[in-house]
């Protein structure tokens, strides 16, 4: 086996062995339902959905976004969710203006209510700008939702709801975080929108 082929082969036997044990935690579970739970309340009251995030997970944080104010697996009504860096010329102004840590915790503080929900992602849990916000959020009455790597950093201290992915390899993590992201939109759109039930056909 060549060096590609086998480290092809052990990231996948690691992913897998991740998701495993995954699977095995009830507790994880329970805490993925009670999320789902807590973005479908804020929905239902007239709340927004954020999500904030760094690097690769600012990219998962706008796949996110997008599956919510989009549609995930089928036609239904928008939902009010949105990623915090998409607007390029407000984030490098406060960057520029304040600093690089300023960049969320400023913009939560403008649109942020009570009840709304903010979806942090950080590997580490102790990314400045990303702790800065859920500090912003909490003082905000906001509910406050973090995905992290094992040992959870800062967030796992802040956060009403904190996911720590029991490994410290970052695409592992990241990985695990896009797994569950969907699974929590595919449980707020089937509880938000429920579809009938097909009728089968007849003669």
């Not at 995030?53 to 697996?73: C, I, K, P, V």
Request: negative net charge; charged residues 20%; hydrophobic residues 40%.
């Amino acid at each position: 086996m060549n060096k590609a082929a086998a480290t092809i082969r052990h990231n996948l036997q690691t992913a897998i062995d991740l998701r495993q044990q995954l699977l095995d935690d009830e507790e994880f579970i329970n805490k993925v339902t009670a999320i789902t739970q807590a973005i479908v309340t804020c929905y239902r009251n007239g709340g927004k959905v954020f999500f904030c995030g760094n690097g690769g997970s600012a990219a998962d944080a706008q796949h996110l976004a997008a599956e919510l104010s989009g549609r995930y697996y089928y036609d239904r009504p928008p939902l009010f969710a949105e990623a915090l860096h998409v607007n390029t010329s407000y984030i490098t102004a406060v960057a520029n203006d304040y600093s690089f840590e300023e960049i969320y915790s400023r913009w939560v503080t403008a649109i942020g209510q009570k009840g709304d929900v903010l979806f942090a992602l950080s590997t580490s849990g102790n990314s400045a700008n990303i702790v800065r916000a859920v500090k912003k959020a909490n003082e905000n009455g906001m509910v406050t939702v973090g995905l992290t790597g094992a040992s959870g950093g800062e967030m796992g201290r802040l956060c009403d709801h904190h996911l720590a992915i029991p490994s410290t390899d970052t695409p592992r993590i990241q990985e695990c975080h896009m797994l569950f992201g969907h699974g929590i939109c595919e449980v707020v759109e089937r509880s938000l929108f429920p579809r009938p039930p097909a009728v089968s056909g007849g003669s």
